[in-house]
């Protein structure tokens, strides 16, 4: 069968849609026509001139990345910066260039679902959940039919609440309407008032979704028009968000817990604040740069908080309170490559998907 560039880009979107990006970020389909087959998949946490090399030699003119190489925007092309060849090479060997940032951030089961499961952290939330992801979807409808229209709806997606799905709520009234008389209307008839006992259908869903649940609704409905309302809600999304924390199943002691981190993630060094004298079990994490979420760690109540990119003075914003941990940006998103491969190889069990050879990481470390 053959397997196009989007379907492959269709299953990435359902793992972290792209409407879940932060303001600022850029990811997406970067560089490239997605409705070609595709040959082959390359897996990295960055796009650099080394992978297009390797996507080229491999014959696969998809690559995936974490950080999107285009971040900023590009005023002119002419070869002169790292971003313009690479773009220039994947345009003139027909390769696309596909990113998933902080989507796949925000995302309970993404890069800090990786994270997590290589430091061993288990009974897992979101650090910071995320506000203004969901919806509520409002319809109306005869008994006979609410049956149908609410399992619609829950395979299309609605209703999911944590660990719960088909989440709905229901109440009985009446409805009235008067079809024109040239409608064709399901019930009652053109030209006159009706009144209906019908069913009040409450369910919510995550905003990406609301086309999906907009269809099956209109699908699964009896009426020739479908009464509904969708409205947006402030509360926020359990498991949407930045951060993650869990829970070690045994505590460690703060020289255990550093070993333990230093171990598992491979590091030549960590960066860390003055030690507690505290037990470690109760952790945060964000891969990536995440000082931003070191008050919130605090106010949860962790014991250490493992992220990178802390700057000097943030270190101060411990204040004693916990063992703040800086471990490197690749090396806290390094496994966000093995998820992207994971996931994509079950998707498409027969097709090639690779992980990039080359190690990406800019920074080296000189002892």
């Known amino acids: 069968m053959k397997i196009l560039i989007t379907h492959i880009i269709e299953a990435l979107e359902s793992l972290a849609h792209p409407s879940l ?203 020739e028009t479908v009464a509904y309302d969708i409205v947006s809600l402030s509360n926020a999304h359990p498991e949407r968000g930045s951060g993650i924390l869990g829970q070690l199943p045994e505590p460690l002691t703060e020289q255990e817990w550093l070993r333990h981190v230093q171990t598992t993630l491979q590091l030549k060094a960590i960066r860390h604040t003055t030690v507690t004298g505290k037990k470690m079990q109760k952790i945060a994490i964000c891969g990536g740069a995440g000082s931003f979420l070191t008050k919130k760690a605090i106010q949860a109540n962790a014991d250490s908080y493992v992220t990178a990119d802390i700057k000097y003075h943030e270190f101060f914003e411990a204040d004693g309170k916990l063992l703040l941990m800086d471990v490197g940006h690749w090396e806290s998103e390094q496994f966000t490559i093995n998820l992207l491969q994971d996931f994509l190889r079950q998707k498409f069990p027969t097709f090639a998907i690779l992980k990039s050879e080359i190690i990406t990481n800019p920074i080296q470390h000189y002892f």
């Open 21 to 223: 990006q932060e303001s600022y970020d850029n990811a997406g389909t970067l560089v490239g026509d997605i409705n070609k087959e595709c040959t082959g998949v390359i897996c990295t946490l960055d796009v650099t001139e080394a992978v297009l090399e390797e996507s080229i030699k491999k014959k696969a003119n998809l690559i995936i990345s974490h950080h999107p190489i285009i971040f900023n925007g590009l005023k002119r092309i002419n070869g002169n910066h790292y971003v313009e060849r690479i773009v220039i090479t994947a345009i003139k060997h027909d390769i696309v260039l596909y990113a998933i940032h902080t989507n796949l951030d925000n995302v309970l089961h993404g890069v800090n679902a990786k994270l997590a499961d290589v430091l061993g952290l288990v009974d897992r939330t979101v650090l910071l959940p995320k506000s203004n992801t969901l919806k509520k979807l409002y319809t109306f409808a005869p008994s006979t039919h609410v049956e149908n229209i609410k399992q619609a709806l829950f395979t299309a997606g609605a209703g999911h609440i944590g660990s719960y799905s088909e989440c709905s709520f229901q109440a009985h009234g009446i409805g009235t309407f008067k079809a024109s008389l040239d409608a064709q209307p399901f019930i009652g008839k053109a030209g006159e008032r009706h009144e209906e006992a019908e069913i009040k259908i409450e369910t919510v869903f995550s905003a990406e979704l609301e086309l999906r649940i907009l269809q099956a609704l209109l699908k699964a409905h009896p009426y």
